[in-house]
Every structure is written in structure tokens, then in C-alpha cells.
Antibody, heavy 125, light 110 residues
Framework: QVQLVQSGAEVKKPGASVRISCKASGFTFTDYWMHWVRQAPGQGLEWMALINPSGETTRYAQRFQGRVTVTRDTSTSTLYMELSSLRSDDSAVYYC??????????????????WGQGTLVTVSP | SSELTQDPAVSVALGQTVRITCQGDSLRRYYASWYQQKPGQAPVLVIFLNDIRPSGIPDRFSGSGSGNTASLTITGAQAEDEADYYCSSRDSDYNYVNWVFGGGTKLTVL
């Protein structure tokens, strides 16, 4: 079945970097753009980044520009997200999600499906 | 960037109908999608393109959209529908690529 399986929880100190992986299965990885979304404890969802199927094009949310790098390895169908200069408010669950889009009646819609199970990143001194 | 606004909390009696709304300028340009999230779990897509239900989602879930508002309706709410619900769309700000989520609505089934 279509599935995204993420790497395990991480504990990092402030100023460090974290790299999370997301392995795709059940679909042709090279056909899809992929996203990263995060969720701080008790908070809502926040979009972070997008990467195109070949990995040549990335787009990042303005607030993460310069700190986040998203890559993908098409040979292993694995997506990566690295966040640097970690702060305590980066403590969150990080999700990967597959991009889907369609045009209808002159408008376009995008949706995230499926999602990975999430990776908890804790930033603590 | 654009914003999507949701009521923080809504309650519904078991078996009754509830509507959760999402408002934002981006919804005038792009379709909305809706996600259900239960505690400790990843979000699950329940509606896309405003009103399309993915396979496997019960037909008591429906969606609609008009102008700057998208709505998720649960007809005959069940105990297992108690969850947080988030709407999302592409950001309509031309300056950069971005997706936005509403703040989420916590649904309580009484």
C-alpha cells in the first residue's frame, strides 16, 4: 500500500542540526512532489517545504529560509529534511507528505496524502 | 501570506450533524482540503478539491466551498469522529510558494 515511513525520534541540543528521513513505498516516488509539515506541541500544522520529483527544485516557507534543506534520493525512494541552528521552539513533530494536485473548473487544488507517521524532534539543552 | 480561519472548538451530539468552516482569501483562488487528526496520530485526508471524499472515508463526511469559505460537514456524527480538523489550501500570495493551514477545530462528540 502507499506508505511513508519516517525515521525515529531525535533529541538535539540548541544550535545543532537534525536530519529526518522519509521512505516511500507503494507508489512511483519519482512521479510526485513531496512536502514537509511540522506541528509544535499542542499547536496546529505548519507547512515547511516542497521538493520536486527530480530533487532539482525546492521551495521553503519564508520563516525557514536558510535553515532548512530538503533533498531526495530517487534510488532509495527516500526523502530527507535537515533543519539547522535548532532552537527550543523547533521542538515539534515533523511530517512528510505526498503532494497531489488537480485542476477542476479553472481552479487548482492541492492536497497532502498520505502522511508519514511523524518524527518527534526535541530540542533541549 | 494568507491565513485560514477556523473556529477553535465545536461540539455535536452523537448522531447529529455538524459543520466546520474555514475562511480565507486563498479559498477564492484555490480549492480546500480537510484533514482529521486524532491524538498522537498523523493527519488523515478526509476531503480534497472542496468536496471530494477519498476512498475509505465514510460518506457521512462531505465538503463544500463558496467564495472565501470552505465547509466540512459530518452528518450523523459518531464517537470516533472526535478529533481535530484542519483545512488547508495553497497560499494566494504571489510573492512566494506557500501552503497554509487553518488553526484547527477541535470537535467534541457529546
Amino acid at each position: 500500500q502507499v506508505q511513508l515511513v519516517q525515521s525515529g525520534a531525535e533529541v538535539k541540543k540548541p544550535g545543532a542540526s537534525v536530519r529526518i528521513s522519509c521512505k516511500a513505498s507503494g507508489f512511483t516516488f519519482t512521479d510526485y512532489w513531496m512536502h514537509w509539515v511540522r506541528q509544535a506541541p499542542g499547536q496546529g500544522l505548519e507547512w515547511m517545504a516542497l521538493i520536486n520529483p527530480s530533487g532539482e527544485t525546492t521551495r521553503y516557507a519564508q520563516r525557514f529560509q536558510g535553515r532548512v534543506t530538503v533533498t531526495r534520493d530517487t534510488s532509495t525512494s527516500t526523502l530527507y529534511m535537515e533543519l539547522s541552528s535548532l532552537r527550543s521552539d523547533d521542538s515539534a513533530v515533523y511530517y512528510c507528505a505526498r503532494d497531489n494536485s488537480q485542476q477542476r473548473d479553472g481552479f487548482t487544488g492541492w492536497w497532502f496524502d498520505p502522511w508519514g507517521q511523524g518524527t518527534l524532534v526535541t530540542v533541549s539543552p | 501570506s494568507s491565513e485560514l480561519t477556523q473556529d477553535p472548538a465545536v461540539s455535536v451530539a452523537l448522531g447529529q450533524t455538524v459543520r466546520i468552516t474555514c475562511q480565507g482569501d486563498s479559498l477564492r483562488r484555490y480549492y480546500a482540503s480537510w484533514y482529521q487528526q486524532k491524538p498522537g496520530q498523523a493527519p488523515v485526508l478526509v476531503i480534497f478539491l472542496n468536496d471530494i471524499r477519498p476512498s475509505g472515508i465514510p460518506d457521512r463526511f462531505s465538503g463544500s466551498g463558496s467564495g472565501n469559505t470552505a465547509s466540512l460537514t459530518i452528518t450523523g456524527a459518531q464517537a470516533e469522529d472526535e478529533a481535530d480538523y484542519y483545512c488547508s489550501s495553497r497560499d494566494s500570495d504571489y510573492n512566494y510558494v506557500n501552503w497554509v493551514f487553518g488553526g484547527g477545530t477541535k470537535l467534541t462528540v457529546l
